[in-house]
Nanobody
Framework: QVQLVESGGGSVRPGGSLRLSCVVS????????MGWFRQAPGQEREGVAA????????YYAASVRGRFTVSQDNAKNTVYLQMNSLKPEDTAMYYC??????????????????????WGQGTQVTVSS
């Protein structure tokens, strides 16, 4: 079965950086939309960023554009989320998700949870002084 495993979360001061990793197994990595989502206590889960592994197209939420970068390492079947200039409002559980066998993440739906087939267990990110 498809399996996604996130890592790299932790605690950091405002302005600091973290890099999250998501390793995918059980499915070809070449034509998937890989998304990053986050959910803070009492809040709805929201899309943060996404990357299409077949064409290296990327998508970002306005709140993180310019601070976060999503990338991939095809040889390692791994997707990364580099998070810089972190703010307290970035504190959340971060999830990796896979939209399998697609030709794009699609501009209008990359952040729609119901379009993704598989999810990781989540990794906690806490930003505080």
């Amino acid at each position: 079965q498809v399996q996604l495993v996130e890592s790299g979360g932790g605690s950091v001061r405002p302005g600091g950086s973290l890099r999250l990793s998501c390793v995918v197994s059980g499915y070809t990595f070449s034509r998937n939309c890989m998304g990053w989502f986050r959910q803070a206590p009492g809040q709805e889960r929201e899309g943060v960023a996404a990357i299409y592994t077949g064409g290296d197209k990327t998508y970002y939420a306005a709140s993180v554009r310019g601070r976060f970068t999503v990338s991939q390492d095809n040889a390692k079947n791994t997707v990364y989320l580099q998070m810089n200039s972190l703010k307290p409002e970035d504190t959340a559980m971060y999830y990796c998700a896979a939209r399998l066998g697609t030709y794009d993440c699609y501009r209008g739906t990359w952040g729609a949870m119901d379009r993704y087939n598989s999810w990781g267990q989540g990794t906690q990110v806490t930003v505080s002084s």
